[in-house]
């Protein structure tokens, strides 16, 4: 299924500083389905590529870091089950504190 | 003249120059009063009315907001309101230098500024509010000048202190909306629950690098930063702008978005950002404006069950939950026993004294490119471990050009180096533990060999 994860917010960082991810993710469970919490173990095995504290927390994603499914808050849409479909833009960011 | 000279009689016209300015504006405050009293005073032997019908707008206020007031959808209720508003600014850098202009010139009846520091050099890049007349001076008495140099008609009121659990409420219950305009997150969370305690809104902006964030909490049942952020963000994953670089413009355009929002809840126009964030990258020139959460019933602040208090607020430990102090103070970390550390002077002694040894600079290459020391040689703190043999083949090289004998603790010494003398104490203890035993860090790092051996040296 292709999809468009994308790291900003100083994110990217430990994605050898890519931001925009084109990729390819192979449907998990046999329904053709693809949720959130495969997205995330998929990003955390293949796209973070150093210090994955700094992303993930137990199963999901560490404090100050916003999930956004096709500009929207994945708090709104199920979190780690929002299910997922072709072309999705689904963006990591990391909270700013900078001024 | 001598330097010495031609800077005390500096300080002494600067001295002068600043009695006169405050004498200046005293004078011209009254002379406002006066011709305000003389407006409204009626005028003798016209047959004009005393007053026109104008919505409460004077002839100059009038003059003044003209293209404010011909625009349908602010027009003179959305200035009327404006004058009559209050807007606190809390923290007079990045953000705030764009918003506080803005606010000034738009006519925000009173307008305060919160901050402890002191305007540096290197603001200035950003913080387009200040000017080189007042480096080393606070930045409240600088942004407050430049906004009274705006438009001296409205208030503008300096609270020259760092924001605290102490003084939050009292100073931000003097205000209709609040603007978080500062760079760590201790102080995002106190400002945004003392709003949520006094019921105000806040319009919240961040920027870092290159990018930058926008939001409006607390607004009519929207959410607060706690429902947003409940738990705070590990300490390592909050650079500031003096550890990660911005760019200028950044949180200038931050600034002036949230200069925008403020104004627009102030004249009760438009739609607020309320439940929906602005996220600039400004590198790729994109903009993407993204719907958030709602309040959250659950948020410890702001929810259902909340029991979040004036009293509670009072108490509560900002520095302890987030795990980052309050003020930024350069961190100092002591990781090392006085033996494993020498001083900037004591190394200067031994690059006089040509000892042999190897330096260390153990900064980011993107850092060493900037400036570094003679002969020094750049390994990150975060590769350090991997290349251990390069440290080995340098001090080999070292004593046989210096005809040492290697190993027989005369060897050449290893001397680490760093921008503040955090990082280099973290590396010697690296290197101690890989068999390094004499390593040694320098104190303060370079720049207090900028302090302490040569003014000469640039720091950033
Ligand atoms: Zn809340």
Known sequence: ?99 | MSASEILRELDSLKDAKAKIEHKISALEAQLREINLRNDAAPTNGSSHPSSYPTNGLTQDMIHRYSRHLMLPSFGVEGQANLLKSSILVVGAGGLGASALLYFAAAGVGRLGIVDHDVVELNNMHRQVIHTEAYVGKPKVKSAGAACRSVNSSIEVVEHQEALRTSNALEILSKYDIIVDATDNAPTRYLISDCCVVLGKPLVSGAALGMEGQLTVYNYKGGPCYRCLFPLPPPRTACQSCAEGGVLGVVPGIIGCLQALEAIKIAAAVGEPLSGRMLLLDALSGRIRIVKIRGRSTHCEACGENATFTQQKFREFDYEKFTETPLRVPPLKLNLLPSESRISSKEYSEIVLKKEPHVLVDVRPAHHFKIVSLPKSLNIPLSTLEGRLPEISSALKKEEKDSGLVSGSGGGAQLYVVCRRGNDSQRAVQCLQKMGFTSAKDIVGGLESWAYNVDPKFPTY
């Open chain 1, 1 to 99: 299924m292709p999809i468009t994860p994308t790291t900003n917010g100083g994110l990217e960082l430990l994605c050898d500083s890519k931001k925009i991810h084109n990729v390819n993710i192979e449907q998990q469970n046999g329904e053709g389905k693809l949720i959130m919490k495969d997205l995330l173990s998929w990003v955390r095995t293949n796209l973070i590529k150093e210090r994955p504290e700094m992303f993930m927390k137990g199963d999901t994603v560490r404090p100050g870091v916003l999930v956004l499914v096709n500009d929207c808050d994945w708090e709104l849409s199920g979190q780690l089950d929002t299910s997922l479909e072709e072309k999705d833009v689904v963006v990591f960011i990391s909270t700013l504190h900078g001024g």
